[in-house]
Antibody
């Protein structure tokens, strides 16, 4: 059974860089079938897609966050990571990692496996 | 403001049927697959429907999905109190080259 687990600091200071890692178990991140993504959810609000990455390093980013986001992959450790720079209180959220369904073309498909989420607070 | 529009809330009695709608445009719903997610309080979202109307293994057939033009609908029959949750639609937006979610619909089972 595929499992995803987020990890990283729960508290980040304003204007610093938020860094999270998603470790995948029960399956290989190097599969040529799937993209892997980050989604966040501010308190009391809806889901917001941040970006997604392929094992080769190919990425898609949310246009509204693109200037501040970097997603990378480490196939040797079966994990992928998120960096969000210059954070403010508006970046306070639960951050989820998830796997997209199979890739058949130049688009992303549904999220079929999700991590449990990790809360991140931006505060001094 | 979400690219996909969902009603903020919907309610129905136990045993009844409810539909949750998701409205978009030709650049997203109109030309791409729609998926639906259930988020129970305090938990991660769970995939309910993918590719418009397919159910993952383990999802009961009380849950169904459909798509027509630039709108999609999630149907839930035989409502149970355990169905109280937030429901989100999602799809690829070809113009934005981005994944988009609806704003979510809170289902209350009275």
């Amino acid at each position: 059974q595929l499992q995803l687990q987020e990890s990283g600091p729960g508290l980040v200071k304003p204007w610093e860089t938020l860094s999270l890692t998603c470790t995948v178990s029960g399956g290989s991140i190097s599969s040529n079938t799937y993209y892997w993504g980050w989604i966040r959810q501010p308190p009391g609000k809806g889901l917001e897609w941040i970006g997604s990455i392929y094992y080769s390093g190919s990425t898609y980013y949310n246009p509204s966050l693109k200037s501040r986001v970097t997603i990378s992959v480490d196939t040797s450790k079966n994990r992928f990571s998120l960096k969000l720079s210059s954070v403010t209180a508006a970046d306070t959220a639960v951050y989820y990692c998830a796997r997209h369904g199979p890739v058949y073309g130049d688009y992303l498909d549904h999220f079929d496996y999700w991590g449990q989420g990790t809360p991140v607070t931006v505060s001094s | 403001q979400s690219v996909l529009t969902q009603a903020p809330s919907v309610s129905a009695a136990p045993g009844q049927k409810v539909t949750i709608s998701c409205s978009g445009s030709s650049s997203n719903i109109g030309n791409n697959y729609v998926s639906w997610y259930q988020q129970l309080p305090g938990t991660a979202p769970k995939l309910l429907i993918y590719e418009n109307n397919k159910r993952p293994s383990g999802i009961p057939d009380r849950f169904s999905g459909s798509k027509s033009g630039t709108s999609a609908t999630l149907g839930i029959t035989g409502l149970q109190t355990g169905d109280e949750a937030d429901y989100y639609c999602g799809t690829w937006d070809s113009s934005l080259s981005a994944w988009v979610f609806g704003g979510g619909t809170k289902l209350t089972v009275l």
